[in-house]
T-cell receptor
Framework: GQNIDQPTEMTATEGAIVQINCTYQTSGFNGLFWYQQHAGEAPTFLSYNVLDGLEEKGRFSSFLSRSKGYSYLLLKELQMKDSASYLCAVRDSNYQLIWGAGTKLIIKP | IAGITQAPTSQILAAGRRMTLRCTQDMRHNAMYWYRQDLGLGLRLIHYSNTAGTTGKGEVPDGYSVSRANTDDFPLTLASAVPSQTSVYFC??????????????FGPGTRLTVL
């Protein structure tokens, strides 16, 4: 079966750095996505990795290792507005997205 | 209209009733999707459409049907609602079905409660 694993919840302090991990087992791989979802709102796109390595976009970076079936999302200089759920999704061999349950990130002052 | 709109925003429905959730996009995207999101579970694909006139089944299609008569609209119908269909429903669209970035853009969601 297909499986995406991420921690259910994490807590971090404003101004700090947090790393959210995602491991996956899917039938085929055609890219990995990270989305942000604030409570009661729609998911919004954050990052995309298809090759191994680090993709940096401002305060957010995402890393991929295809051989390990592993990705992480790194958030720097945390702000209160970063409190949200972070969803990891893998595009499989059918070009459909398989979604993890999401990691709820709580930022404390 | 800017992006994707969904209607209604929320709905309480009696079991056994028929219900259609509406989704419209103005980005001229080829592909559209319907997901449900339940607490503790990831988004699960119900149905999708790679282009107008075609539809496909996702992970959890039972009890739902869709149509794609044109590029912009992708309604989801519950023929006879059951309590297990209580969920938040998201419609999404993407520019090209398959390959490249192809990020999905999401509508605001419909919160459906079936009693």
């Amino acid at each position: 079966g297909q499986n995406i694993d991420q921690p259910t919840e994490m807590t971090a302090t404003e101004g700090a750095i947090v790393q959210i991990n995602c491991t996956y087992q899917t039938s085929g791989f055609n890219g990995l996505f990270w989305y942000q979802q604030h409570a009661g709102e729609a998911p919004t796109f954050l990052s995309y990795n298809v090759l191994d390595g680090l993709e940096e976009k401002g305060r957010f970076s995402s890393f991929l290792s295809r051989s390990k079936g592993y990705s992480y999302l790194l958030l720097k200089e945390l702000q209160m507005k970063d409190s949200a759920s972070y969803l990891c999704a893998v595009r499989d061999s059918n070009y459909q997205l398989i979604w993890g349950a999401g990691t709820k990130l709580i930022i404390k002052p | 209209i800017a992006g994707i709109t969904q209607a209604p925003t929320s709905q309480i429905l009696a079991a056994g009733r028929r219900m259609t959730l509406r989704c419209t996009q103005d980005m001229r995207h080829n592909a559209m999707y319907w997901y449900r999101q339940d607490l503790g579970l990831g988004l699960r694909l119900i149905h999708y459409s790679n282009t107008a006139g075609t539809t496909g089944k996702g992970e959890v299609p039972d009890g739902y049907s869709v149509s794609r008569a044109n590029t912009d609209d992708f309604p989801l119908t519950l023929a006879s609602a059951v309590p297990s269909q209580t969920s938040v429903y998201f419609c999404a669209s993407s520019d090209v079905a398959g390959g490249g970035l192809d990020e999905q853009f999401f509508g605001p969601g419909t919160r459906l409660t079936v009693l």
